[in-house]
């Protein structure tokens, strides 16, 4: 079945590392997504991607970076700047300008 | 720019009562609408859309949503829960570019949380 997978499930970061977040999936979608979740926040756009070798910022991108190298894959960075990264990342995907997204069952990052 | 303003962050209800879970948007382009929904430590799943058409919107789980264009609303419904029902429910914003075409970026908001009681 085609969908998108998120992974680790779990991930835990010490003070001043850089941690990577995998999204991939087989939907052959060319837009990807990654959003950020906070309890009572809902959810807010990091970066988005709508072909392979071009994205761009979201809403709350500092502390974060990405690559689109291929079209199955759009890992997220969460970098030592950073200052607040425990949350869970949720990865979605849709036809290209399209609705609805597909989303992954996402990550729950926590510090140290 | 948009936002998305889900008026009720919790709400409780007794199993098979009727449930609304409002949602108001603001926008100064026309949009298309969504609502999600979240069960605990997973990802979001869409439960129906507004694109263009009818503004009633039937999706699955026998929830519906009515657009309301006039009150930039689109509220939430289903007549008859279930313990199931139980999890968090997220309304979505879209832009429409010139032609239709959605650009693909979405603006949430806050959640509703809703507790289905036995």
């Known amino acids: 079945d085609g969908g998108i997978t998120q992974s680790p499930k779990y991930l835990f970061r010490k003070e001043g590392q850089n941690v990577t977040l995998s999204c991939e999936q087989n939907?052959?979608?060319?837009?990807m997504y990654w959003y950020r979740q906070d309890p009572g926040q809902g959810l807010r756009l990091i970066y988005y991607s709508q072909i392979v070798n071009d994205f761009q910022k979201g809403d709350i991108a500092e502390g974060y970076s990405v690559s689109r190298e291929k079209k199955e894959s759009f890992p997220l960075t969460v970098t030592s700047a950073q200052k607040n990264p425990t949350a869970f990342y949720l990865c979605a995907s849709s036809e290209t300008g399209g609705q609805p997204q597909h989303f992954g069952d996402g990550t729950r990052l926590s510090i140290l | 720019a948009q936002s998305v303003t889900q008026l009720d962050s919790q709400v409780p209800v007794f199993e098979e009562a009727p449930v609304e879970l409002r949602c108001n948007y603001s926008s100064s382009v026309s949009v298309y609408l969504f609502w999600y929904v979240q069960y605990p430590n997973q990802g979001l799943q869409l439960l129906l859309k507004?694109?263009?058409?009818?503004?009633l919107v039937k999706g699955i789980n026998g929830f519906e949503a009515e657009f309301n264009k006039s009150q930039t609303s689109f509220h939430l419904r289903k007549p008859s829960v279930h313990i199931s029902d139980t999890a968090e429910y997220f309304c979505?914003?879209?832009?429409?570019?010139?032609?239709?075409?959605?650009?693909?970026?979405?603006?949430f908001g806050q959640g509703t949380i809703l507790t289905v009681h036995p």
């Open positions: 979505a914003v879209s832009d429409q570019h010139a032609g239709g075409t959605s650009y693909g970026k979405l603006t």
């Open positions: 507004y694109l263009s058409g009818s503004t």
């Open positions: 939907l052959n979608h060319d837009a």
